[in-house]
């Protein structure tokens, strides 16, 4: 699975929530987040999208942004903005997900493979499971 198929997935599962979501990055744009996204009832967010396939025995990954993707992130999260690192994990036929602040990263941040929410291969699944990390993680950040 590439990491552009989970963005326009997660794209997919915003826009079918009644919200808005654009891919922001591209080969020619580099160092910016890969996605701005407006849920209904929640602020818009900045998102950058890792996704690491990882075996049976890992019990934690490094999520690695660049450092001016990291810097670009930072200056948002401190106009307001609620800005993180979504981690995805493909483990055989389970994905799983979940979203690391932009507070907590200095350059490369581990993050516990149990940390993460799990389901089945299946593209619904991915988007129902993208969509509640993402929900819980706005919710978190308050309402506005």
């Known amino acids: ?3 552009l198929n989970v963005q326009r997935e997660l794209i997919e599962a915003v826009i079918g929530a009644d919200g808005a979501a654009h891919k922001l990055s591209n080969r020619f744009l580099t ?9 209904p009832r929640y602020p818009v967010c900045l998102l950058e999208v890792k996704i690491d396939e990882i075996g049976a025995t890992t ?5 690695t942004p660049t450092m001016p993707q990291i ?9 307001g903005v609620p800005t993180g690192v979504m981690s995805c994990l493909v483990q055989g036929k389970q994905f799983g997900t979940a979203i690391v602040d932009i507070t907590r ?3 490369k ?9 799990w389901c089945q291969m299946g593209p619904a699944d991915r988007r129902a499971l993208m969509l509640a990390e993402l929900t819980q993680f706005l919710r978190k950040r308050g309402n506005k």
């Not at 019990?59 to 999520?63: A, D, Y």
């Open 105 to 107: 990263f200095e350059c």
């Open 59 to 63: 019990t934690s990954i490094g999520l």
């Open 109 to 117: 941040v581990r993050v516990l493979c149990a940390a993460h929410r």
């Open 1 to 3: 699975m590439k990491e």
């Open 31 to 39: 160092g910016v987040a890969d996605l701005l996204i407006k849920l």
């Open 71 to 79: 810097m670009f992130l930072r200056k948002y999260h401190a106009a």
